[in-house]
């Protein structure tokens, strides 16, 4: 029944480059406030709503010594009191304006998003700001929350994908704050009180780190003073952001054991930072290796010809402050032997040969042709807007992206795959029951 | 829907013309059901296409069966080699996927709004020409038990969910898991999954949803060219499953795991799910399930167990509103380190009890109900998760007209309509109470 439709396949092909990337112009522009805060905003009046995301680089990787996890708790006490309104209060109000608050800590930021209706967004903005700029951390919320973190930390304590990642990052950073978890251990956050969680806040929420992005029901003129009254009682400068370290991958398997039927493997080494000219070249073979999905090669090998997983993946890891190159998947403890070994081939097999010229056609149509349905929808461009700040991109990159992922040539990837993929250095933690795997550490 | 429409009337003065968030409908002679939400911010599409069957419609002894064809769909067609259909979406820059419900199972794309034809013709083809191949079919069997092992057995909480489930529907299907018995699984094979096909993929068992920068009248045309030379299947009927009977003990369930490290309990409640023509009581239950443990500190129960009594470290609520069958009101409550789950489940039953007695705060009821309408608006900005909403609900048995009177029943429910409802669901011999724990004596796991 579906004789054409090959036809009409091939046609589809054809056509795409010449019109996909004309598509994904869109208009943004950057608003300086009266006092001097920059914010990059898309207008669209089409729904009554203004999305707003804003990032405070720093994160948990500000976490001081021996008090993992303060920015992380810090960051979840945000929404719970601030000025003259106690925890209930506070959330009252926010209902009050249905407006919707998010705070979120990583390793490498403090992330802030905020979604708000146009009938009472100045009140909305002034709730938000309180959170950021006056929170209480009473001694009654500051117990509850680190209660809550708590659980969460000793659930972790038998989560195969958590002890795993955990295993990595330290293995990995040995000193570096990345070393330890954005929620910090057990250890350090029963000791973490309103003090520690005040410094963080002063340490963490600062205008010489922050970013921000707005999409929605605004215009230019009426978010410039609006950016000041949300961001302008900051204080002007955070804590000092760490160094930046070289990953000490050395190529080890470590075996962490588990009563689970299915071991997780967690694997990787050294990255490349976002700004390196290498950055896109990269990109693209990681999409072809492991990164996207279904079509990759390592889901090819491992799940669609071998059913050894239900799911493998890569990722580039640029963190501000180190980066990496890491996977992860899972097999049954009795095949997960045989999934390693075929990573690895593919691992070395990519490093010295590169890929084909129908794989990076394939990958560029995908990857270009993908890059506006990043862009439906006011949330997901202020994601977006905010993303492209936080990787230190330029306000016209959205419109000159699809160019630069077009450019690339076999040539660009068998360079960044000899650099980047080093099967030497490549690091695995196992965590399971895993049969036939050595750990050699 | 009625907000969008108020909306054009203020800003056009018109409403001739279907509004970007509107749904419009048709339904083709094989009985193909085709939505569209138009939405024109961006040039994208999502296509989405929902067949009325699920877990719930397997045979016995064929647990996981509709979420292993839903796999196997992105096999070989007559058409199409293994994995193309996915090749040739990501070669158009698209993304695409699928899932799988005790109701229903459905498949989506999104992809620029210019090869909604494209997408669309092979969703066509899929329909009722799949032909995957007997060693295709093995090889992702491995598959599904590999993500049985993930999402299921690797984690304690989802052995328990398993559990829970089995305890409370004890008679209907819905007491199986939907990703299948690990035993029953291993017996799969393509004769058995391609029966399956047979019996439920047609176009009068499948609801075409297309949302984005799409007219409604191109659709309906693209529909008719592609699913409508494809004849109607007479083996698609009522979707009768065995009932549950009165159910007459309370039951309690222990699940002890020794990779439990913080305990918990929940209680679920078998509660109707919103019926067609028939709301007002969901609508009731899912007001009651905001109030009570909806997200955030002002819930009842947070209020009560987290901050003044300070027995929990979290505690919520859930009501599952959609389904062909009867559903379920949940809640749960996790103890501080020093509290036992006894006292916690006492504490638990007490403000059960004084809620059925008092019923809600009013003032607490409007802030509900002030969420529910910004959701409304924020939903719009949301184009999968419409499309996503509405083929949930039309393939559960609701019709649009009750997609679109359910936010003003949500904003109609009265104070006493949710403590009614309450009190009609919370009844001992309603429920299961069910305790995650570690092991009584320490088994080694490692670490």
């Known amino acids: ?28 522009v950057p608003v300086t406030s009266p006092g001097g805060i920059t914010a990059w905003l898309y207008e669209d009046h089409t729904i009554p709503m203004v999305s707003l995301e804003a990032s405070f680089r720093g994160g948990s990787a500000l976490d001081p010594e021996g008090q993992a996890g303060a920015v992380n708790l810090m960051t979840a006490l945000l929404e719970e009191g601030s000025g003259d309104l106690d925890a209930t209060a506070f959330a009252q109000a926010r209902d009050d304006l249905a407006a919707g608050f998010s705070f ?92 520690a969680v005040r410094a963080a806040h002063r340490a963490a929420l600062a205008k010489d780190r922050l970013m921000i992005a707005v999409v929605g029901d605004i215009d230019a003129e009426r978010l410039g003073p609006l950016l000041d009254r949300l961001f302008g009682d900051l204080p002007e400068t955070g804590a000092p952001l760490p160094e930046v370290a070289e990953p000490a991958t050395a190529g080890t398997l470590s075996v962490i054991d588990l009563g689970i039927p299915q071991s997780v493997v967690v694997f990787g080494h050294a990255g490349i930072p976002r700004d390196d000219p290498d950055f896109i070249p990269a990109f693209v073979m990681d999409h072809i290796l492991g990164g996207g999905g279904f079509g990759s090669r390592l889901t090819e090998e ?49 490093a010295e040969e590169g890929v084909t010229e129908a794989e990076l056609e394939d990958a560029k149509r995908y990857l270009t042709g993908a890059y506006p349905l990043r862009f439906d929808g006011n949330e997901r461009i202020a994601g977006q807007l905010l993303g492209l700040q936080t990787a230190g991109l330029d306000i016209d990159y959205v419109n000159e992206r699809n160019d630069l992922v077009e450019a690339v040539t076999r040539e660009d990837i068998a360079r960044v795959a000899r650099r980047i993929l080093d099967p030497e250095h490549l690091t695995f933690v196992v965590v399971g029951r895993p049969e036939g795997v050595q750990a050699t550490n | 829907m009625r907000l969008a429409i108020a909306l054009l009337l203020a800003a056009a003065g018109s409403a001739a013309r279907a509004a970007d968030g509107d749904i ?88 620029a709004a210019d090869r909604l034809d494209l997408v669309m013709g092979m969703e066509a083809d899929r329909m009722t020409d799949l032909d995957p191949g007997a060693e295709a079919v093995l090889s992702e069997r491995d598959v599904v038990m590999e993500e049985r092992r993930q999402v ?145 500190i002002t819930s009842v129960m947070a209020q009560e167990l987290q901050l003044a009594e300070g027995v929990a470290i979290d505690a919520g609520a859930s009501y599952a509103d959609t389904g062909v069958d009867p559903q379920s009101f949940n809640v749960y409550v996790v103890p501080k380190p020093d509290v036992s789950l006894a006292e916690a489940e006492e504490r638990l039953d007490a403000l059960l009890a004084r809620f059925v007695a008092e019923g809600p705060d009013p003032q607490q009821l409007e802030r509900i109900k002030t969420r529910i309408r910004a959701d409304r608006i924020f939903d719009r900005d949301n184009l999968q998760y419409r499309a996503r909403q509405v083929g949930s609900e039309l393939a559960t048995g609701l019709t649009l007209e009750d997609v679109e009177a359910w936010p003003d029943l949500l904003q109609a429910v009265t104070p006493e309509e949710v403590r009614a409802a309450a009190q009609a669901v919370f009844r001992p011999e309603n429920a299961v109470t069910s305790l995650m724990m570690a092991p009584e004596t320490v088994e080694v796991v490692g670490q």
Not at chain 1, 3 to 28: G, K, M, N, S, Y
């Open chain 1, 1 to 28: 029944m579906t004789r054409i439709l090959h036809a009409l396949a091939a046609a589809f092909l054809l056509a795409l480059a010449a019109t996909l990337p004309a598509r994904a112009a869109i208009d943004i």
């Open chain 1, 104 to 195: 979120d800590a990583g390793r490498d930021e403090v992330a802030v998003s905020a979604r708000m209706l146009s009938e009472n967004l100045d009140a909305s903005v002034d709730l938000l700001r309180a959170a950021l700029v006056e929170p209480r951390f009473d001694a009654e919320a500051v117990a509850r929350v680190r209660g809550q973190v708590a659980s969460i930390l000793r659930s972790d304590e038998t989560d195969p994908d958590a002890i795993a990642s955990r295993a990595f990052y330290a293995e990995a950073f040995p000193g570096h704050p990345y070393a330890l978890p954005p929620d910090g251990t057990l250890a350090t956050v029963a000791d973490l009180d309103a003090e």
């Open chain 1, 302 to 350: 491992v799940r669609e010809k071998r059913g050894l997983t239900y799911g493998i993946y890569t990722y580039l890891a640029p963190g501000d402050f180190g980066a990496l190159y890491m996977g992860r998947f899972s097999s049954a403890n009795g095949r997960v032997a045989e999934a390693l070994g075929i990573l690895r081939e593919e691992w070395a097999l990519m």
């Open chain 2, 24 to 111: 419009q409908s048709f339904t083709l002679p094989n009985g193909l059901q085709g939505v569209v939400i138009e939405d024109h911010r961006a040039p994208v599409v999502t296509q989405m296409v929902w067949y009325r069957v699920g877990s719930a419609d397997e045979t016995p002894g064929e647990s996981g069966l509709a979420h292993f064809l839903e796999h196997l769909m992105f096999k070989a067609t007559d058409e199409l080699a293994d994995g193309e259909f996915s090749k040739i979406v990501a070669a158009n820059g698209g993304d695409d996927n699928a899932f799988t419900s005790t109701d229903y199972t459905a498949y989506f794309q999104r992809i």
């Open chain 2, 152 to 296: 299921v057995e690797n984690d304690p909480g989802g052995l328990f969910a398993e559990e829970r489930r089995a305890a409370l529907y004890y008679n209907h299907p819905y007491g199986r898991p939907v990703i299948g018995w690990m035993h029953e699984m291993e017996q799969f094979d393509e004769e058995k999954a391609m029966a399956f096909y047979r019996a439920h993929y047609a176009p009068n068992n499948a609801i075409l949803v297309v949302a984005g920068d799409v007219e409604a009248a191109e659709v309906e045309r693209l529909a008719r060219e592609h699913f409508g030379p494809i004849p109607a299947s007479d083996a698609i009927g009522p979707r009768i499953r065995p009932q549950e009977p009165p159910h007459r003990a309370a039951r309690r369930l222990e699940f002890r795991d020794p990779r439990v490290r913080q305990p918990y309990v929940t209680r679920s409640w078998f509660a109707p799910q919103r019926r067609p023509g028939d709301q007002r009581e969901a609508a009731a239950l899912y007001v009651l399930a905001e109030l009570l443990g909806g997200p955030g």
